[in-house]
């Protein structure tokens, strides 16, 4: 998978490698009945609908017992979303709205816990494999959100033999990416 995922990017950047690259390791893997872990095997059946929204429980005590935690969360959750936006800026020489950037982050979390979910950030290897992707603009995280959406609908059981090794090379090259290595040199001669 990290081949053809290197291999295909230097061959032709637009076409959707990576995706094509991940679908072929998974396919590879089931096909050959190799003893890998997929995302079905090591997380169980995978959604394949949203829960109905329902607002939590609300009680004084809960509000107390829970209002440390969200602070603390809400914060973590702040700062990592600036810091991934300012990392995008860098990669496509824009400029982020800090403002929106966090009621948008709110937002997204208060629609989350109406459906049992998690708090929800800006994730830096996400944004970075979105923009390597050719995602420049918000456009390309809601195109983001509704593709996962979608797949979770109409993919689940599809989804869940995605093979985990073929997900740790897309996380590899992420990380490489995010490395930045064509500023290696400018970085050692301290520019």
Same mark, same amino acid.
């Given at each position: 998978? =990290?081949?053809?995922? #290197?291999?295909? %990017?230097?061959?032709?950047?637009? /076409?959707?490698?990576?995706?094509?690259? #991940?679908?072929?390791?998974? *396919?590879? #893997?089931?096909?050959?009945?190799?003893? #890998?872990? !997929? =995302?079905?095997?090591? /997380?169980?059946?995978?959604?394949? %609908?949203?829960?109905?929204?329902?607002?939590?429980? /609300?009680?004084?005590? %809960?509000?107390?017992?829970?209002?440390?935690?969200?602070?603390?969360?809400?914060?973590?959750?702040?700062?990592?979303? =600036?810091?991934?936006?300012?990392?995008?800026?860098?990669?496509?020489?824009?400029?982020?709205?800090?403002?929106?950037?966090? &009621?948008?982050?709110? +937002? +997204?979390?208060?629609?989350?816990?109406? /459906?049992?979910? =998690?708090? +929800?950030?800006?994730?830096?290897?996400?944004?970075? &494999?979105?923009?390597?992707?050719?995602?420049?603009?918000?456009? *390309?995280?809601?195109?983001?959100?509704?593709?996962?959406?979608?797949?979770?609908?109409?993919?689940?059981?599809?989804?869940?033999?995605?093979?985990?090794?073929?997900? +740790?090379?897309?996380?590899?090259? !992420?990380?490489?990416?995010?490395?930045?290595?064509?500023?290696?040199?400018?970085?050692? %001669?301290?520019?």
């Amino acid at each position: 998978t =990290l081949v053809m995922i #290197v291999v295909l %990017r230097r061959i032709a950047p637009r /076409f959707p490698g990576l995706i094509v690259a #991940v679908g072929v390791g998974s *396919a590879l #893997v089931v096909l050959m009945s190799l003893p #890998v872990d !997929t =995302l079905g095997s090591r /997380f169980g059946e995978l959604p394949s %609908r949203l829960p109905w929204p329902q607002l939590p429980e /609300f009680s004084l005590s %809960r509000v107390v017992e829970l209002l440390p935690s969200a602070f603390v969360i809400a914060f973590l959750a702040g700062v990592e979303s =600036l810091l991934s936006a300012m990392v995008a800026d860098k990669m496509i020489e824009g400029s982020h709205r800090p403002n929106a950037e966090l &009621t948008a982050q709110g +937002a +997204a979390n208060i629609a989350s816990a109406l /459906f049992t979910g =998690l708090p +929800a950030t800006g994730a830096i290897a996400r944004t970075a &494999t979105n923009i390597k992707a050719g995602g420049k603009t918000p456009i *390309a995280g809601i195109v983001h959100a509704t593709v996962i959406l979608l797949v979770m609908l109409f993919a689940a059981p599809l989804a869940s033999y995605l093979a985990m090794p073929t997900l +740790a090379a897309l996380l590899v090259v !992420t990380a490489w990416n995010m490395t930045e290595p064509h500023k290696w040199g400018s970085y050692v %001669r301290g520019r």
